[in-house]
Structure formats: C-alpha cells, structure tokens
C-alpha cells in the first residue's frame, strides 16, 4: 500500500510543471505532499499492529538481522527526507528528493520481498526478475509509442504526460494481475471448454509455484528448529494448495514415493496434494483414542489447535467467517475458552510434534 501511494505522488509530481491552470497546479502540489507522506501511516500502523505480536514477530524473522538492519535504515532515512520536506514549506516538490524517497521504498520493499521468501521457505531472485522484466517491457511497449509521439510530433504537453503516466500505470498493474486477467480471458475465450480452463489455470499456478520453489535445500540436513519453522508454515497453507506447492517440504521422500506408489505424475500441485494428505494424517495422530470426535482436556489441545484450523478450516475468531452447523460447540470453546495467543502457542507445539513425524517418516523411506 505506502508503493502504490508513493506512485500516485511521483506521477503527481512528474504531472505538476505540464499543469495548465494555478488550480490544477496547486491540486498536484497537495496531492504530492499527501501521496509521499502517505507511506509513514501505513508503516506506523503496521509497527502498531506488531507490537502486540511480537513473539510471533520475532520468531518469524528474529533470525534475518541484516535485512531487518537494512530496513530500519531505509525507514530513518525515509523519516529525515520527509523531514527535509516538511520543515522547508517549499511551494515546490523537488524531483530530487521524490527519487530518493522512491530509491529508499524500493530498498525497503526489496527487503521486505527477501524477509518474507525467507519467510515462506522460497527463493526469490528468479521471481523478482521475473516480474521487473515483465513489467519494464510491458511498459515499454505500452508507453514507447507515446514517447515516439511525444519526441516527433506534439511535445511534452499536459494531456501527453498524463496519458504517458496513465499507460505506464496501466502496463504494471496488467502484469501485476496477470492471473485474474488471464483467467477472465481464459472464461470469455474457452467458455465452452471448461476442462481446459482448469487445465490453464493449474499450468500456471504450477509454473509460478516453481519460480519460488528452493529445489536446493537439504531437508533432511535442516536444523530441527527450521525444520520445524517450514512445517508450521506447511501446516497454515493447507487450506491453498497453490501456496503449499512452493513450500520445500513437498521434496520429501515420502512425498515423492507415496507419489510413484500411486502412480500418479510427478507434478507441483500432485506434490503439494501429498504433501497436505501426509500432513493431515500426521494431525490424525495427535487425536486421543476413542470414538469421540472433539474434546476439551488437555490431552486433546494440540489435535484441536491443528485439525480445526487447518483441516477442517475454522477460523474461530472470525465473525464474518460461514462455519457449518455441526462445529458451532467447537467453535464456542476456542472464543470463549482458549484465548487467541493460547492457540497460537499450542499450534507450535504442536507443529513441532508434526515436524519430528515427518522427520522420522523420512529416515524409513
């Protein structure tokens, strides 16, 4: 969100000299101030919200130093452009400190790309390439044309400007939702070929799933506290099968023999599908014997925290989520008895019971 309201500013700003009329000039000017201030909300907000969920914070990226270094350099060095902003009450918004401003978020978004690939288990150069290829030719030939116009006919004129950031606007945000597009072709194109549809629309998920793959690491060389981070994150992609396809634990070996035992190909989506079946019978065997099919005791907290979130898909502190009728007593238990920090810590206990089970299931395979 602090990107696309700082491009708002920087195409406010590239707008400003071409302005025709002083109001139009003095609209542009307020609306760069508020475009490239705009970012320092969004970030505070995001700091308020972690402040309560620090611990989670923490163990998520408390590893990442550097990049967490970096970011908070690139957020001071954010914070005293501004500043140099503000306190002059220039009536002009110099080019020079927008592109710097604009360097420092795309350090900034950068880093945040790398923490959350981390994150995830994923790589992410090849994807990041991927994407600046794609949009920098897309808007190449989107906004090439005009500059041809511009150069050898009209000049730089306000409607040119603003038709020249409107198409390089429109080449990025049709590459960054290629797929929605894609598939809203694909449902005009083959509307009566709904196999291929389906057919299209897994290749792609397929491909993007392994642009982000990390087909080097060594799972079984893994430390047992990263192990078991990529295990919990398995474990809360369950419910998206696309997601769960880039996670590493997919290159298992008993993924990989359960799938040639099934004799099924050996896809992205056919992994991340075994993957979820193996994963859900490793949760099946948290449950305490009997018959019945939800408890209250401890002995039954770490089966609950991971088979109704993830397996049956429960979202207990959702007012707005649909559950079925018959988990409305398991859902009345988790709001009024298990607070939500709770169930966080028994998801990663038990998420570590879940990892050592995979762990043992591969030393036999």
Sequence with gaps: AGMITFAFGLAATLLEPFATTA???LNLFNAQRLFVLLPALFWLGAIIWLIPNQAAWEDRYGRQRLLLGIALAC??????????????QAQTLSLGWVAFIGLDLFVLGLVITMLDASDRGEVWLSHFLRSLDYAFFTALIFAGQLVLVIVYWTGLTYPMVLLLVGSVTTAVFIHTFADPVQSLVDRIAFFNAPQLRTSRAVQRVEADAAQRLDEEVKL?????????????????QMGNLPKLASNPLTRLPQVTERLAQNGQAVSTLARAAELKSILAESIAQLKPRGEAIFGTTDAWRHYNALYFPYVVGLRPY???ALHHDEYQEVLAWFRSQIPERTLYNWQNAAAQMVARDLREQSRYT
Excluded at 75 to 88: E, W
Aim: aromatic share 8%; proline share 3%.
């Design 75 to 88: 957020i001071i060095l954010y914070a005293i452009a501004i500043g140099f902003i503000i306190i002059p």
């Design 220 to 236: 079984l060389a893994l430390d047992k506290k990263e192990f078991g981070r990529l295990t919990r994150r398995a474990l809360s």
């Design 23 to 25: 109001d139009l000039t």
């Design 318 to 320: 959702s007012r707005r």
